[in-house]
């Protein structure tokens, strides 16, 4: 019986969990959280445990996905992960369209919605959540987070851990550096460099 197990039972978590079950590739489906005493029985599946104890028991499961919203812990999960052995899938809800020219990295989620274009390239662990599009030539680093509703135009490049929020815009041809915030609706025309949040139309720092 195959089985998939999800570090962090957050409502990120819930989305990956859901996505996993469209996809219909594993009949059982359980979390590890840090405050799995107080999830366990709340939700569908079963919480078992901390996910202090990732390494240990991903051994037990055909496949892991890390759905934690902080891309530095997602990543250090996912590095780990890997170098343990473990089956770090690439989760594709059926509803979301990706390029057949598309990379997409170890452990990355495309939630329904989702559309990825010609050549796209997705790092490690990189969230396309609902309904965002990611537009040809884009190159998104390890853990970017492209959050519902935004859209990428072609050509962009977007440095690791950067984090691009709900319903945003960005220009073709712009670099967005390494952990960027992009607020809410923001309307991005111009490069942002390392670290800074940008927000409102144009996109400017606050
Ligand atoms: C950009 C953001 C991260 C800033 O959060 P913050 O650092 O807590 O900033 P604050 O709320 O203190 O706001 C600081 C100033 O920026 C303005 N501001 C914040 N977000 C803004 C946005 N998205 N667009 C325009 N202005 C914004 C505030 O009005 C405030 O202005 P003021 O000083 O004149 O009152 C946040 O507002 C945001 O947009 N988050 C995105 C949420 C999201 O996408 N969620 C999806 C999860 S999947």
């Known amino acids: 019986m195959s089985s998939l197990l999800i570090i962090g039972a957050s409502g990120h978590g819930k989305v990956v969990a859901e996505t996993a079950e469209a996809i219909g590739s594993w009949e059982t489906i359980a979390f590890l959280d840090d405050d799995f005493a107080t999830l366990n029985g709340k939700l569908r599946w079963p919480v078992v445990a901390s996910s202090k104890d990732a390494i240990t028991l991903s051994r037990q499961y055909d496949a892991v996905v890390v759905a934690i919203g902080h891309a530095e812990i997602r990543l250090r999960f996912i590095n780990e992960l890997a170098a343990a052995g473990c089956v770090l ?22 939630f ?61 041809g712009v670099c967005l550096g390494k952990g960027v915030t992009v607020g809410a609706g923001a309307v991005v025309l111009k490069n942002v460099t390392d670290g800074l949040t940008v927000a409102g139309c144009p996109a400017r720092a606050i």
């Open 89 to 110: 899938p690439v989760l594709l809800h059926p509803a979301a369209w990706v390029s057949m020219s598309a990379n997409l990295g170890v452990g990355s989620v495309v």
């Open 112 to 172: 329904a919605g989702a559309v990825i274009q010609a050549d796209v390239r997705l790092g490690r662990a990189v969230i396309v959540n609902t309904s965002a599009s990611v537009d040809h030539d884009c190159q998104l680093a390890d853990g970017v987070h492209v959050c519902p509703g935004a859209h990428l135009a072609g050509n962009i490049v977007v440095g690791e851990g950067a984090w691009l929020g709900i319903g945003c815009v960005v220009k073709q």
